[in-house]
């Protein structure tokens, strides 16, 4: 005869979602394979471009776009705190809208005590009769949001940072040897031919002061450069790039510190123009979190490579929809390892939220399935 439940129980099972249900609300669960997973409360209708950030306090923060849908107006730049310790995503806010433009791409970088966001912003497109469902890349700015309260809860107004229309940001900023920062961007501007990847500069840790550009050369259709350092102290990095092109994962190198690149060489990994980010773990690998088809952004899976990217030794999947139709999208990951060695993922859940997952360690990744 089983023991009466006590009520917390029946509490937890109102609260908890069904089998195939997802609650939208924040709260980190136990998965039965060992991770923690949470599904953001969406401020708004359409949710995509999530980004994940480790504060000083070990907060983590992660900020993406939110809105009516992908280039109208009014889509906002939306930010959440997970206090460190806690399974509870904060409420998100919404930091960054303007009427007649539409904001992408939140980086978020934490500096010592301050936060930096920078998104883009471009005009809105206004009507269902136009052709891009991105509204118009060609006039997009990027422009920063700062936040000295340790913890975001107050940002400044939003000004502008890098004015030259058809910039844009995605991935993780990276410190110089000389702790100048290298933000990762890319010109979105006229026809995917013409689009290409530039590492700005900046030594005076001052968004609003100047940058100074350093080619990515021959990088023609290869955008959203993610930029890791696989080796502390050296001043060699690596850069993937996106692949307007619907091709593969580009892979390029840089002997001295982001100054001068090699012309970029196609990896093994397919990419069909979906977002990528990579980050160096603590072991010194390197993950990389992408959708490894040409076809839709399903599945998206976690790899590691132990030769700076030129081989993917392990690959585990992330997140793949049970249906099969490619009438889902799990993309646009961001990636970061925390000072217990977890791995925090964020990404698109089919633009109805973003998902934040914690994967418990590497050995993780290692175990296939
Ligand atoms: C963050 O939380 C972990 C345990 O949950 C704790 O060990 C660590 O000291 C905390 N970090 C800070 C900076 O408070
Ligand atoms: C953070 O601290 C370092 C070292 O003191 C300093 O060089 C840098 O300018 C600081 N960053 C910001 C944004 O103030
Ligand atoms: C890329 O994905 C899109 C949308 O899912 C699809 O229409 C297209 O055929 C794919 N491209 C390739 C090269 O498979």
């Known amino acids: 005869m089983p023991r009466?439940?006590?009520?917390?129980?029946?509490?937890?099972?109102?609260?908890l979602p069904a089998?195939?249900?997802?609650?939208?609300?924040?709260?980190?669960?136990?998965?039965?394979?060992?991770?923690?997973?949470?599904?953001?409360?969406?401020?708004?209708?359409?949710?995509?471009?999530?980004?994940?950030?480790?504060?000083?306090?070990?907060?983590?923060?992660?900020?993406?776009?939110?809105?009516?849908?992908?280039?109208?107006?009014?889509?906002?730049?939306?930010?959440?705190?997970?206090?460190?310790?806690?399974?509870?995503?904060?409420?998100?806010?919404?930091?960054?809208?303007?009427p007649g433009y539409s904001n992408q791409n939140p980086v978020l970088f934490a500096d010592n005590?301050?936060?930096?966001?920078?998104?883009?912003?471009?005009?809105?497109?206004?009507?269902s009769t136009c052709n891009s469902d991105v509204g118009s890349?060609?006039?997009?700015?990027?422009?920063?949001?700062?936040?000295t309260d340790g913890k975001g809860e107050k940002f400044t107004k939003p000004k502008l940072v890098l004015s030259k229309a058809g910039s844009f940001d995605r991935n993780r900023i990276i410190r110089s040897l000389k702790n100048e920062w290298l933000f990762p961007t890319y010109f979105a501007g006229g026809s995917s031919k013409d689009q290409h990847s530039i590492l700005m500069e900046n030594a005076k840790h001052d968004p609003y002061s100047s940058w100074v550009g350093h080619a990515f050369p021959k990088s023609d259709y290869l955008v959203q450069p993610s930029v890791v350092r696989p080796v502390p102290g050296k001043p060699n990095l690596v850069v993937f790039f996106r692949d307007r092109r619907a091709g593969n994962i580009y892979r390029a190198t840089s002997p001295d510190d982001g100054k001068t690149w090699t012309t970029p060489t196609k990896t093994t990994l397919p990419n069909n123009n979906s977002g990528i980010e990579a980050n160096v773990l603590k072991s010194g690998r390197i993950a990389l979190v992408y959708n490894p088809t040409h076809h839709a952004r399903d599945p998206l899976v976690i790899s590691l490579s132990e030769d700076q990217g030129k081989?993917?030794?392990?690959?585990?999947?992330?997140?793949?929809?049970?249906?099969?139709?490619?009438?889902?999208?799990?993309?646009?990951?961001?990636?970061l390892q925390d000072t217990m060695?977890?791995?925090?993922?964020?990404?698109?859940?089919?633009r109805e939220t973003v998902k934040h997952v914690i994967i418990p360690n590497e050995q993780w990744i290692m175990k296939t399935y």
């Open 311 to 335: 081989s993917w030794k392990y690959t585990r999947t992330l997140e793949t929809s049970s249906s099969g139709k490619n009438v889902v999208e799990y993309s646009y990951p961001s990636l």
């Open 4 to 15: 009466a439940q006590p009520l917390w129980f029946f509490m937890m099972v109102a609260v």
């Open 19 to 98: 089998t195939t249900g997802k609650s939208f609300d924040g709260l980190l669960r136990r998965t039965t394979d060992g991770r923690y997973e949470a599904y953001m409360k969406p401020p708004y209708k359409s949710n995509h471009a999530s980004f994940i950030e480790r504060l000083s306090n070990e907060d983590m923060v992660i900020a993406w776009f939110s809105g009516s849908k992908e280039g109208e107006s009014n889509v906002a730049i939306v930010f959440a705190r997970l206090p460190n310790g806690t399974l509870q995503w904060m409420n998100p806010r919404t930091v960054s809208q303007r």
């Open 137 to 147: 890349e060609d006039s997009a700015q990027v422009w920063a949001l700062v936040s």
């Open 113 to 127: 005590n301050t936060l930096f966001l920078f998104h883009t912003q471009q005009k809105a497109s206004f009507t």
């Open 341 to 350: 060695a977890r791995i925090h993922v964020s990404y698109t859940y089919n």
